[in-house]
Each structure stands twice: as C-alpha cells, then as structure tokens.
C-alpha cells in the first residue's frame, strides 16, 4: 500500500517533472539488483546464513552500519578476488531497472547510485546500465586474497545524502527535481530529502518512515505519465492525483 500525508499546494507544485532535466539516485542492493552482494560472498566464504542475519539487521536499522560492515568484511578474510567475477555474474537487476533508467535518460535525466556494497561490483553495474554517478565501498586485497578489511571511508547514510546533493548541485538542478529509492535505514535520509523519496520493497521501519512506498518488485513502477511534459509517478498514478487519497494500492492497473 502506499500510503502519505496531504501535503499543502506549494509542495504540490514543486513535485519532480520529466518536462526538465532530474536526478534519480537509488540504492543498489535490494533495490537496483534483487540479491545483497555481501550475502553472496558470505555464501561463498561459508558464512552466508551470520552474514545475512548481520545484514537484515543493518538494513533494519537495528546497528550501526559502519561497526556492521566492518564485521561481516572481516568473515570474508581470504577469499579470492575472482569470487567478485561469480557473485557479478549470479546477481540480477531488478525487473523494470533498466526500463526506468532509459526512460529518465530519454527526458535527460541522470541516474546515480550510492552503495553500500563494493565497487568490485558496482563498477560493471554500473557499466551494464549506463549510470551516470556511483559511489560504493572498496574492499582491500593483497595477494590475490581479501583482507577482511574495507579501504577508505564507508558508505554511510550521510553519504547518500550529500551525494543526492551534491550531483543535484553539479546538475544546476533544484532538489524538488530529485528522486531517491531505496529500502534500508541508511537510506531515509535522502528519501526525505528528495523531491519524490520512495521506500523500495523495504525494511519494515523504512517503510513506516518513508513518504511513499512501493511493495511490487518492479522499478518500471517509478516512471513518466506518458507524455514528456508529465509528472513522475509512482505505479501510474500521477502524483497530483495521487495526493487526494491517503492510502492507494500498489500493482493496480490505470
């Protein structure tokens, strides 16, 4: 269900359009891609079931995301580099991913992401959907062999949002012309900042926290109206429309 308050008429004129150029900034894992890429390498160094209860519990904003990553990292000391070419190859993107992203592109739009995965990965994500802006973690390695450790600062919340900023300030852009989606704790702030911030088939409290919510496992969800001077939307229903009713089903067809 995607539920929000009534907002009052001037929040209503500045909602994102397709009509100027914007910004889309997403979350990778869970939101871009169906699978946590740091699940998969705990599968891989046998750890996968302590990996993903530590990750659940991050997402959910149950611990600090720094200390959290730090620990699931150190379990994957001495994996190979090459486990980076199979988890690359065993993830997908989520279904109507890259339909959004040539959609936005078309209206000249840029597309970013801010991870808090690895850009072992994300790189060729990123190659893959012709982004425009990432940001990710990058993990150590010597000898061929993880370290367990995480090089340089860590992706945090705060990250996220200066990056929502700080692309929307490269672009000339006004933050009523942002889109941010995610669905972990981590990334609320820059959901609340954005001129349309969508919680992705999120963590329960995300989904308390976050104006909109869309619980369909489609990113073509998130689109134009159809015509290039239309309002972006979630699940087809234009957001001036949209803000009459306080609580409207999600996968409904318009």
């Not at 909602?15 to 997403?26: D, N």
């Not at 740091?38 to 990750?55: K, N, P, R, Y």
């Not at 990965?121 to 990123?126: G, H, M």
Request: charged share 20%.
């Amino acid at each position: 269900m995607l539920e929000q308050e009534t907002p009052n008429i001037a929040s209503m004129a500045s909602l994102p359009t397709l009509s100027a150029p914007g910004l889309l900034v997403m979350d990778v894992d869970s939101t871009l891609i169906d699978e946590e890429v740091i699940d998969e390498l705990g599968v891989a160094a046998g750890v996968g079931e302590q990996i993903a209860s530590v990750t659940a519990r991050a997402m959910n904003g149950e611990l600090d995301f720094r200390e959290a990553l730090r620990a699931r990292v150190a379990l994957l000391k001495g994996l190979p580099t090459t486990i980076f070419d199979e988890v690359y190859h065993r993830v997908h993107f989520t279904h109507g991913a890259l339909e959004l992203i040539d959609t936005l592109h078309a209206h000249d739009w840029k597309v970013g992401v801010v991870s808090g995965g690895f850009h072992e990965v994300v790189d060729r994500l990123a190659a893959d959907a012709h982004l425009d802006y990432w940001i990710a973690n990058r993990l150590e390695a010597a000898d061929g062999r993880l370290t367990g450790h995480v090089l340089g600062d860590i992706v945090t919340k705060d990250t996220k949002l200066e990056s929502l900023r700080a692309w929307a300030a490269r672009m000339g852009i006004d933050m009523a012309q942002t889109v941010a989606v995610g669905d972990g704790a981590n990334d609320l702030p820059m959901i609340h900042a954005a001129g349309l911030g969508v919680a992705f088939c999120a963590k329960p409290k995300v989904q308390e926290d976050a104006p909109h919510r869309l619980n369909e496992r489609d990113l073509a969800k998130i689109h134009s109206a159809g015509s290039p001077n239309g309002p972006v939307q979630v699940n087809a229903i234009p957001l001036s429309t949209r803000y009459a009713t306080a609580d409207l089903p999600v996968g409904d067809s318009q």
